[in-house]
């Protein structure tokens, strides 16, 4: 499954200034602290499955801190020796990419770097231009600690359950006690907007009870996977200010795809200090939650859209979305506020006072932010389209972004022809059996296969072994040998060399194979596992009907020429160099 990690990076100057037109980040890290990443990356070297190319998206609040967080972030990595492909993609790329894409079409807003949401948005881009089958998001402020991680997070995504997709998958968030639940003090003022407690009944609900899959309300911005066809159709909302995980799990649900949070997908969240003050924190919950309530209330009857509401989203966020908001605005303000004057905190309580006037005058948005959103994503889906006229330039640009090498297979360099390397001069596509597959599909071939080498006389498998798996010759020679009338002599069948490929009609049935495959010289094989080859199957109904319809094809051919020998001389031995 391809497969991509990208996580964002946030940078600021080295004495956390910030000027007018700054982009807003919760807790960017000083270009002359070690910050957060460099955590992360070490942790890497605990995950188990590497089949995975890592994206770093790093982003500053001002453009003129740019070249010094690139060379910072180059750094990290080298110091980090992280042992997958890793691409470092900033906003200097993005210019890049923005002058190919839009240079026939009007597109100019959106893709971007200035907040959360947009972030996200490139999150998806990249990968799905990489012919991402499946991206997974994580944040800077996070390390792994499961080993299975990785594998777990493509055990499900992009199957079936219950008859529906599994579109996206929520992993969730351990703090450095190891509970999912956010560490806080219930404090007085929370009486009338008690957040944290219905979270703590959504997580009660969904992450600590069985069954492991549940349909989920909520995700978290770092422990998102996301299926490809999700990522084409649903774009994250740039006018969210906060809360754009919680706000995609919505906007997918308006799409018809569906978000399943897994309860065993952890990963340790050490975030850096809250600095900011708790008026200003509940602010930005104002602002984000009366945004996402707008599009419940503006909402309107659509075609292939499914109507969303508050109780859809029970307990958490949908509490937040319901008529009496509001209300619970303004009494939750009113008792911090008479905190603030308790502790003669006079200008917090002020500003704590002025939340109630932004709630009601500002803070709503004075427009349709269901059509609003509707129009943005015709936009998104408008420029996914567009990509596929300039694949290759666009993977041309990301992929000079690499500064890490460790891929598991390697792309030809002549990229004017996008063929696929398998060895120093072997194609995978020139393979009659894969010439039906796209690149994407053959790429899905190379992260499931192995290679296995034979020495000279060493056999593959005997007469009377079961042995199901696929076997492509690099370099050297097979024979196949089959026993002659009884005699200890085995006939030489045929040889097969470099190029040729076999055992491929096995997959449809574990027989004890009636002939032998020897090494006649020292042989490399790529190896395709069967049972590897069925999850294909079962996970792309297009890739496997493309590779069942050819090796169908070719156990006929093997079916009527053999029938052809025997009819014209019963007397001689059929040829079985084609069936094992």
């Given at each position: 499954m391809r497969t991509y990690m990208v996580i964002p990076t946030y940078w600021t100057g080295p004495k956390g200034e910030w000027e007018e037109g700054d982009a807003v980040f919760d807790h960017p890290t000083l270009l002359n602290e070690e910050g957060t990443l460099a955590r992360i990356l070490e942790s890497l070297h605990v995950i188990e499955d590497k089949h995975f190319t890592l994206i770093i998206i790093g982003v500053t609040t001002n453009n003129?801190?740019?070249?010094?967080?690139?060379?910072?972030?180059?750094?990290?990595?080298?110091?980090?020796?992280?042992?997958?492909?890793?691409?470092?993609?900033?906003?200097?790329?993005?210019?890049?990419?923005?002058?190919?894409?839009?240079?026939?079409?009007?597109?100019?807003?959106?893709?971007?770097?200035?907040?959360?949401?947009?972030?996200?948005?490139?999150?998806?881009?990249?990968?799905?231009?990489?012919?991402a089958e499946v991206a997974i998001l994580i944040d800077d402020d996070e390390i792994f600690e499961d080993p299975q991680f990785v594998s777990k997070t493509k055990e499900f995504i992009g199957r079936r359950f219950y008859g529906n997709t599994i579109d996206g998958v929520a992993g969730y968030y351990l703090n450095e006690d190891n509970e999912y639940y956010d560490k806080v003090n219930i404090e007085p003022w929370m009486t009338y907007w008690d957040r944290f407690g219905e979270?703590?009944?959504?997580?009660?609900?969904?992450?600590?009870?069985?069954?492991?899959?549940?349909?989920?309300?909520?995700?978290?911005?770092?422990?998102?996977?996301?299926?490809?066809?999700?990522?084409?159709?649903?774009?994250?909302?740039?006018?969210?200010?906060?809360?754009?995980?919680?706000?995609?799990?919505?906007?997918?649900?308006?799409?018809?795809?569906?978000?399943?949070?897994?309860?065993?997908?952890g990963i340790k969240h050490l975030p850096p200090p809250k600095k900011h003050p708790i008026w200003k924190r509940f602010r930005e919950d104002i602002y984000r939650f009366l945004y996402d309530k707008s599009k419940f209330d503006t909402q309107r009857p659509e075609i292939n859209l499914r109507e969303i509401k508050p109780e859809d989203f029970d307990p958490y966020p949908g509490e937040f979305m319901k008529p009496d908001l509001g209300d619970k605005i303004f009494k939750t303000n009113i008792i911090l506020a008479l905190?603030?004057?308790?502790?003669?905190?006079?200008?917090?309580?002020?500003?704590?006072?002025?939340?109630?006037?932004?709630?009601?005058?500002?803070?709503?948005?004075?427009?349709?932010?269901?059509?609003?959103?509707?129009?943005?994503?015709?936009?998104?889906?408008?420029?996914?389209?567009?990509?596929?006229?300039?694949?290759?330039?666009?993977?041309?640009?990301?992929?000079?972004?690499?500064?890490?090498?460790?891929?598991?297979?390697?792309?030809?360099?002549?990229?004017?022809?996008?063929?696929?390397?398998?060895?120093?001069?072997?194609?995978?596509?020139?393979?009659?059996?894969?010439?039906?597959?796209?690149?994407?599909e053959l790429r899905r071939l190379l992260e499931i296969s192995n290679i296995t080498h034979l020495k000279k006389n060493e056999y593959l498998f005997q007469a009377g072994d079961i042995n199901s798996n696929i076997y492509i010759i690099l370099?050297?020679?097979?024979?196949?040998?089959?026993?002659?009338?009884?005699?200890?002599?085995?006939?030489?069948?045929?040889?097969?060399?470099?190029?040729?490929?076999?055992?491929?009609?096995?997959?449809?049935?574990?027989?004890?194979?009636s002939v032998s495959v020897i090494a006649a010289s020292d042989t490399e094989l790529l190896e395709i596992p069967k049972d590897k080859i069925l999850t294909i199957i079962k996970e792309n109904c297009e890739l496997s009907s493309k590779l069942l319809w050819n090796i169908s094809k070719e156990l006929s051919g093997s079916l009527i020429k053999t029938t052809k020998k025997y009819s014209d001389s019963i007397e001689q031995d059929s040829d079985v160099s084609d069936i094992f």
């Open positions: 003129k801190y740019e070249n010094q967080m690139i060379k910072r972030l180059q750094s990290i990595i080298k110091k980090s020796n992280v042992d997958v492909d890793t691409i470092l993609f900033t906003r200097k790329n993005l210019i890049q990419l923005k002058k190919t894409l839009y240079k026939n079409i009007e597109m100019d807003d959106i893709l971007d770097l200035n907040n959360y949401a947009n972030i996200r948005n490139m999150c998806l881009f990249l990968p799905y231009v990489l012919d979270k703590r009944e959504a997580f009660d609900k969904i992450i600590g009870s069985e069954p492991r899959l549940k349909k989920t309300p909520f995700a978290f911005g770092g422990a998102m996977v996301i299926h490809r066809n999700l990522m084409r159709i649903v774009p994250f909302d740039p006018k969210t200010t906060r809360g754009e995980d919680t706000d995609y799990v919505i906007n997918a649900r308006i799409f018809g795809f569906n978000f399943y949070l897994d309860n065993q997908l905190n603030y004057l308790a502790d003669n905190d006079i200008e917090a309580c002020k500003e704590t006072i002025k939340n109630i006037y932004l709630a009601r005058y500002e803070a709503i948005p004075h427009y349709n932010t269901f059509d609003e959103y509707l129009a943005f994503q015709k936009k998104w889906r408008k420029l996914f389209e567009y990509t596929k006229s300039l694949d290759t330039k666009l993977k041309d640009i990301i992929m000079k972004c690499r500064i890490v090498e460790h891929d598991k297979y390697k792309e030809a360099k002549n990229r004017k022809f996008n063929k696929i390397s398998i060895s120093k001069d072997m194609v995978l596509e020139d393979i009659e059996l894969f010439k039906p597959l796209t690149n994407k370099n050297g020679r097979l024979q196949i040998l089959k026993n002659h009338l009884n005699a200890r002599d085995n006939l030489i069948v045929t040889e097969l060399t470099a190029g040729n490929y076999l055992n491929e009609t096995s997959i449809f049935f574990d027989q004890p194979h």
